[in-house]
């Protein structure tokens, strides 16, 4: 098993800057890829970034291209995600979460919240 715990959430202003962490521990041999979520109030969950781990190819949702950058340091078994630009409808409980396979993702953490004031 393994278990992720995010950090990093916040409130801040339209166009600033956040740096979401996600730590991840237990079986972290296993992990393909990793991820990020979010999903806001009535919304459902919907994906925002992953990364290949070992390899580091990257997927970006659409909406935040551009804006959002996802990385990871293998050394500390740590994923990231570097968002600038934000904007009131990035607002939302962010998720990081560990496939096993390109097929599934596997372990989710607690999720952390992102403001975005107008």
């Known amino acids: 098993q393994v278990h992720v715990v995010e950090s990093g959430g916040g409130l801040v202003q339209a166009g600033g800057s956040l740096r979401l962490s996600c730590a991840a521990s237990?079986?972290?041999?296993?992990?393909?890829?990793m991820g990020w979520f979010r999903q806001a109030p009535g919304k459902e969950r919907e994906f925002v970034a992953s990364?290949?781990?070992?390899?580091?190819?990257?997927y970006y949702a659409d909406s935040v291209k551009g804006r959002f950058t996802i990385s990871r340091d293998i050394a500390r078994n740590t994923l990231y995600l570097q968002m600038n630009s934000l904007k009131p409808e990035d607002t939302a409980v962010y998720y990081c979460?560990?496939?096993?396979?390109?097929?599934?993702?596997?372990?989710w953490g607690q999720g952390t919240q992102v403001t975005v004031s107008s």
């Open positions: 979460a560990v496939g096993r396979s390109i097929t599934n993702y596997d372990y």
């Open positions: 237990g079986r972290t041999f296993s992990i393909y890829r």
């Open positions: 990364i290949i781990w070992s390899g580091g190819i990257t």
